[in-house]
């Protein structure tokens, strides 16, 4: 089996564009969720009025402008979804040290990024402009601003990369599902590199209503933006809207080591399961989660003793964390696994950076590479009391602080609408 490892990172997040400043600010314990009642006046009558926006500045400073990574013809052409991948990808390539010029390097060298909703924004806009004006009224360039795997396209166009051009969309699995088929794409032998991730800007009034009458957003903390995403935390309500990319450059090993590229962690195991159960709630056991968890286990040959980091899926639902951590716990203890709860670490990134949908298991896939790069757990913002003891709350959910640990393998899950669950298990290289 050809193994595959991580050798580039690349994100545009709400706490920075730019991985390195996210990071950094991630483990400083930074917040970057904000009120969105400027946003526009449809936002201000919106019961959730909390988001996760990429902040907007100059790219010196770690924010987010278009012309800073596009020239306006393109900028014109992409959807903002697309915008930040092509920043991602480009930081992540650079990061990877992988810029292919000849021909069998650009034909091994593939693009699958896929995000969760797309473009939300050009189609509300289009759709109110046609039902006003008519035929005349829709622009050529709809259709490229609308579909979702333009994100992908527009990055093979502007690296000449000629192998597998493809785009997931899972809901909030789609980051890691186009991380772990990347993988496999290497593995089988179909590339020698992947450029990997999900990216998602959705943050639209019509957007946020949807999931508010899902009842799936926090509502209760308004008037408090960096307090309302609490994964794990007894006060959880729901999850915050995020929006952002992450890319990562993966690489068959041998390829990597020939070229001498810096290894952040390898691509150990992957698996996919499916709750078939219900369209938007989990199963109140996790077996979901804990299918996924264990096939990913499975592929990587590794006990669950020897995982020593979890980065959950956990939103801060009142339904979704508690399945979760109680998949978590069933799969890593016993026999083979830890002997008491105490000795399992889980975080939730989305503390501090709200859900970034189907971006999320992309962001989260290097959030654990960095992790077990820097010996470093991330923190999970504002868990001042985990959960009811009914829900079984007494792992190690690193709150608050981050906390210093070598890592030697860890998981990182994501969960979608419609009962899709998804788990990659990374590994320190070695
Ligand atoms: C949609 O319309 C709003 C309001 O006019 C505007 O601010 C926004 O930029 C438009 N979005 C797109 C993608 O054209
Ligand atoms: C599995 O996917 C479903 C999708 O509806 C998600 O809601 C659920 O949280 C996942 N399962 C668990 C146990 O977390
Ligand atoms: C603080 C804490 O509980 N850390 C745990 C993290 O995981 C390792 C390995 O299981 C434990 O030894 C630590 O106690």
Same mark, same amino acid.
């Given at each position: 089996?050809?193994?595959?490892?991580?050798?580039?990172?690349?994100?545009?997040?709400?706490?920075?564009?730019?991985?390195? $400043?996210?990071?950094?600010?991630?483990?400083?314990?930074? =917040?970057?969720?904000?009120?969105?009642?400027?946003?526009?006046?449809?936002?201000?009558? #919106?019961?959730?009025?909390? +988001?996760? #926006?990429?902040? #907007? @500045?100059?790219?010196?400073?770690?924010?987010?402008?278009?012309?800073?990574?596009?020239?306006?013809?393109?900028?014109?052409?992409?959807?903002?979804?697309?915008?930040? /991948?092509?920043?991602?990808?480009? %930081? *992540?390539?650079?990061?990877?040290?992988?810029?292919?010029? =000849?021909?069998?390097?650009? %034909?091994?060298?593939?693009?699958?990024?896929? =995000?969760?909703?797309?473009?939300?924004?050009? +189609?509300?806009?289009?759709?109110? *402009?046609?039902? $006003? @004006?008519?035929?005349?009224k829709v622009s050529p360039l709809f259709v490229p601003r609308l579909l979702i795997n333009l994100a992908a396209g527009h990055v093979?166009?502007? !690296?000449?990369?000629?192998?597998?051009?493809?785009?997931?969309?899972?809901?909030? $699995?789609?980051?890691?599902?186009?991380?772990?088929?990347?993988?496999?794409?290497?593995?089988?032998?179909?590339?020698? &590199?992947?450029?990997? @991730?999900?990216?998602?800007?959705?943050?639209?009034?019509? *957007?946020?209503? @949807?999931?508010?009458?899902?009842?799936?957003?926090?509502?209760?903390?308004?008037?408090?933006?960096?307090?309302?995403?609490?994964?794990?935390?007894?006060?959880?309500?729901?999850?915050?809207?995020?929006?952002?990319?992450?890319? &990562?450059?993966?690489?068959?090993? %041998?390829? *990597?080591?020939?070229?001498?590229?810096?290894?952040?962690?390898?691509?150990?195991? !992957?698996?996919?399961?499916?709750?078939? !159960?219900?369209?938007?709630?989990?199963?109140?056991?996790?077996?979901?989660?804990?299918? /996924?968890?264990?096939?990913?286990?499975?592929?990587?040959?590794?006990?669950?003793?020897?995982?020593?980091? &979890?980065?959950?899926?956990?939103?801060?639902?009142?339904?979704?964390?508690?399945?979760?951590?109680?998949?978590?716990?069933?799969?890593?203890?016993?026999?083979?696994?830890?002997?008491?709860?105490?000795?399992?670490?889980?975080?939730?990134?989305?503390?501090?950076?709200?859900?970034?949908?189907?971006?999320?298991?992309?962001?989260? $896939?290097?959030?654990? /590479?960095?992790?077990?790069?820097?010996?470093?757990?991330?923190?999970?913002?504002?868990?001042?009391?985990?959960?009811?003891?009914?829900?079984?709350?007494?792992?190690?959910?690193?709150?608050?602080?981050?906390?210093?640990?070598?890592?030697?393998? +860890?998981?990182?899950?994501?969960?979608?609408?419609?009962?899709?669950?998804?788990?990659?298990?990374?590994?320190? !290289?070695?």
């Amino acid at each position: 089996m050809r193994r595959v490892v991580i050798t580039g990172l690349g994100a545009v997040t709400p706490l920075a564009a730019g991985i390195k $400043t996210t990071w950094r600010r991630l483990i400083d314990s930074s =917040s970057g969720l904000v009120s969105t009642s400027e946003c526009g006046p449809q936002f201000g009558s #919106l019961p959730s009025r909390v +988001a996760g #926006l990429v902040p #907007l @500045g100059s790219r010196e400073d770690g924010c987010w402008q278009a012309k800073d990574w596009l020239p306006a013809s393109e900028e014109r052409q992409m959807a903002l979804f697309a915008q930040y /991948a092509i920043a991602a990808a480009e %930081e *992540a390539l650079n990061d990877a040290g992988w810029h292919p010029t =000849s021909q069998a390097d650009l %034909e091994n060298t593939g693009v699958t990024i896929g =995000s969760g909703i797309g473009n939300l924004d050009e +189609a509300y806009n289009t759709s109110v *402009a046609f039902h $006003t @004006g008519g035929y005349r009224k829709v622009s050529p360039l709809f259709v490229p601003r609308l579909l979702i795997n333009l994100a992908a396209g527009h990055v093979s166009i502007r !690296y000449g990369f000629k192998g597998p051009n493809h785009a997931a969309t899972t809901a909030c $699995t789609t980051g890691l599902h186009a991380i772990g088929d990347a993988s496999r794409f290497i593995a089988f032998g179909d590339a020698n &590199v992947m450029v990997a @991730g999900g990216s998602e800007s959705c943050i639209h009034p019509l *957007a946020i209503a @949807g999931f508010a009458r899902a009842r799936s957003l926090a509502t209760d903390w308004n008037d408090n933006p960096a307090a309302s995403s609490r994964p794990f935390d007894r006060q959880r309500a729901g999850f915050v809207i995020g929006e952002g990319a992450g890319v &990562v450059v993966l690489e068959e090993l %041998e390829h *990597a080591k020939a070229r001498k590229a810096n290894i952040y962690a390898e691509i150990k195991g !992957y698996g996919l399961s499916s709750d078939a !159960y219900h369209m938007t709630a989990p199963k109140e056991d996790g077996e979901g989660a804990f299918l /996924a968890m264990r096939q990913a286990l499975k592929h990587a040959s590794i006990k669950p003793a020897d995982i020593d980091y &979890v980065n959950a899926h956990a939103t801060s639902t009142v339904l979704g964390d508690a399945a979760e951590n109680k998949a978590i716990k069933r799969l890593l203890l016993g026999p083979d696994g830890k002997l008491s709860a105490s000795e399992i670490n889980i975080s939730s990134t989305k503390g501090a950076l709200g859900h970034l949908l189907g971006a999320a298991g992309a962001v989260e $896939t290097i959030f654990t /590479a960095l992790a077990i790069h820097h010996r470093t757990l991330p923190p999970t913002l504002n868990l001042d009391q985990p959960g009811d003891p009914a829900e079984d709350f007494d792992c190690n959910y690193v709150a608050k602080m981050a906390q210093q640990q070598p890592i030697g393998a +860890a998981l990182t899950n994501s969960f979608g609408f419609g009962g899709t669950n998804a788990s990659l298990c990374l590994a320190k !290289y070695s």
